[in-house]
């Protein structure tokens, strides 16, 4: 038998944002700092107090930044 080579549609196959971008997560605004196994990256976010924190999310959890930043 032979295989049919499939194109895929629908979303993009996520790739790994490049280390010091500027992303959104959900509403936030985060800093990419260091890649991580298993398709997830390093972010890091200041939150309401203004104390930076760190965390790791998939990278399909990010999105590009606009024009604008607020």
């Known amino acids: 038998m ?3 080579n499939r194109q895929r549609k ?7 944002p490049p ?3 500027l992303m959104r ?6 800093r990419v ?3 991580a196994s298993g398709q ?3 972010i890091e976010s ?7 924190f760190r965390s790791t999310v998939k990278w399909a959890s ?3 930044l606009h024009d604008q930043l607020f």
Do not use: H, M, S
């Not at 997560?25 to 985060?30: A, D, Q, S, T």
């Not at 200041?46 to 930076?52: F, I, K, W």
């Open 2 to 4: 032979e295989r049919k």
């Open 62 to 64: 990010l999105t590009a």
């Open 33 to 35: 700092v260091a890649e």
């Open 46 to 52: 200041v939150d309401e107090d203004g104390r930076t």
């Open 25 to 30: 997560y959900g509403e936030r605004i985060v």
């Open 40 to 42: 997830r990256v390093i």
């Open 10 to 16: 629908g979303r993009k196959t996520p790739a790994c």
């Open 19 to 21: 280390i010091g971008a």
